[in-house]
């Protein structure tokens, strides 16, 4: 029979490719996408085909994580045999502006999910998406044991749905498992986080049509990788034989400044002549160095990433400037280049 997935947050970066590589596998998915007066589902319209047509495998609902009998309804509906719950409030140094928020929807928004799940009776197999802001200020490597130390809103709030995700494994014997994934990154990434806001000036200043790029903390160490990779690695927490919580990483770190080198050097350019600091992304508690230890994947998941960060910064950097030179003058519009845009190093 043809299994069924339920994913909230399909219209992000992690959310698109999941819903491509469960596809691809044959699942129907169900995703869940807030209201706007506008749509918000360019990164799965190429995946969107007709609910009429008898071929349509793709199925979108209006939910949000704010609304717990939403979800129940919905999940009483649906019947997924897999939920993954990747819907949060993302963005690190946003935190700090919308802490309420943040805690809200990353936070409270899990064990909501966690309660629709119990309350509608299914038996389904749960995705938590985890995050290496969880560990913090506790200094590098980190893998499953290591101590929890956020230093943010963003990261205080998937540390209380990490551990309520734990919770419900033990007191209702769900199959809910943790997925701590380290920085990942693709061209799809929002406009907003670090690797990609850095990608985009690239690829502006290449054109012509940007000359400086204000970036905040460049000593900042993350260990980035390529989220198409990423997604696999959800989807075999979910295949094991028991519910267990996994680390996803590249097991290499590299600075912002190595990023900015190297994704300036790919395009010709030399950064030093085109960054600027701005200390309004400098976040108000820092953290330092994340760099993960995946060997527990490989070893139950056989999940090892392919791709690290200096890679990565070259494959968005091409992606960046086909966009551009397909896209003209319309590519970059003003808001991306207000003074207060908030970017600096954020994961999921």
Request: hydrophobic residues 40%; contains cysteine; charged residues 25%.
């Amino acid at each position: 029979m043809t299994k069924r997935a339920l994913i909230t947050g399909i219209t992000g970066q992690d959310g698109s490719y999941l819903a491509e590589l469960l596809l691809a596998k044959g699942y129907e998915v169900h995703g869940v996408i807030r209201r706007a007066s506008t749509f918000n589902t360019q990164r799965i319209d190429h995946l969107y085909v007709d609910p009429h047509d008898t071929a349509a495998k793709l199925f979108l609902h209006y939910g949000d994580l704010s609304d717990g009998a939403r979800l129940v309804t919905l999940l009483a509906e649906v019947q997924p045999d897999e939920v993954y719950n990747l819907g949060a409030q993302s963005h690190v140094r946003v935190s700090f502006d919308e802490p309420e928020h943040t805690g809200d929807t990353t936070g409270i928004g899990s064990i909501r999910m966690l309660e629709a799940v119990r309350l509608a009776g299914l038996h389904c197999r749960y995705y938590q998406a985890s995050s290496s802001e969880m560990f913090g200020a506790t200094p590098p490597p980190q893998d499953e044991a290591t101590p929890f130390y956020p230093r943010s809103p963003y990261g205080a709030a998937k540390v209380y749905s990490y551990w309520v995700t734990k919770n419900y494994r033990e007191a209702y014997d769900m199959f809910a498992v943790n997925g701590i994934l380290f920085n990942h990154e693709s061209p799809r990434r929002g406009e907003t986080f670090v690797t990609r806001k850095i990608t985009r000036a690239v690829a502006a200043i290449a054109a012509g049509k940007q000359d400086l790029l204000y970036m905040g903390n460049l000593d900042a160490v993350r260990d980035w990788g390529y989220a198409a990779e990423y997604v696999e690695g959800m989807w075999r927490m979910l295949q094991a034989d028991e519910p267990d919580d996994f680390v996803l990483a590249t097991n290499v770190g590299y600075t912002v400044r190595q990023f900015l080198e190297t994704s300036f050097s790919h395009a010709g350019l030399d950064w030093e002549k085109h960054v600027r600091f701005d200390e309004r992304y400098l976040r108000p508690t820092e953290v330092n160095a994340l760099i993960g230890d995946a060997s527990k994947a490989k070893d139950k998941l056989g999940w090892e990433a392919t791709v690290d960060g200096l890679e990565l910064a070259k494959l968005m950097v091409d992606a960046d400037m086909e966009a551009i030179k397909h896209a003209g003058n319309h590519w970059i519009d003003k808001v991306d280049l207000r003074s207060w845009q908030t970017a600096e190093v954020a994961s999921r």
